[in-house]
């Protein structure tokens, strides 16, 4: 059985989506929540992802990652692409790199960490063993 699946909502969805990523982000997943967490990620463009962050956050904005732990071993991340690749530049990322900066910043969400330095600690160890593949 499957345990990642990705889904877009993009009309027009980037080459940063294919079947390379897919496999890494599915390694880095397994190796943060296990291979038995079931995980649906899902790019979204900058209006769903306002709604979305507006809707459960309270914050009327676009942002580049929403986490949401569904049950004890499941989870759901929405990744905002156009957002993502803009701020990419910015931490001198690939794209692709960038999405597994922010996926791994997700998958440690669902984990039950927060934003703080054991949480920082931790996105540097794994961006250190995921960002370069």
């Known amino acids: 059985m499957e345990t990642l699946s990705i889904t877009t909502t993009l009309k027009h969805p980037r080459r940063v989506t294919g079947h390379t990523t897919h496999r890494i982000l599915r390694t880095i997943k397994d190796h943060i929540l296990g291979a038995s967490y079931t995980l649906s990620v899902v790019y979204v463009g900058e209006r769903r992802s306002q709604t979305l962050n507006r809707t459960y956050r309270g914050k009327d904005h676009p942002t580049n990652i929403l986490s949401f732990p569904l049950a004890h071993n499941e989870g759901e991340l929405f990744i ?53 593949l």
């Open 80 to 132: 905002t692409l156009p957002l993502a690749e803009k701020e990419a530049r910015r931490y001198r990322r690939t794209p692709k790199e960038h999405i597994r900066a922010l996926f791994i910043h997700g998958c440690l969400h669902l984990k039950g960490l927060r934003h703080g330095a054991t949480m920082d600690r931790e996105e540097k160890r794994w961006q250190k063993k995921f960002l370069s």
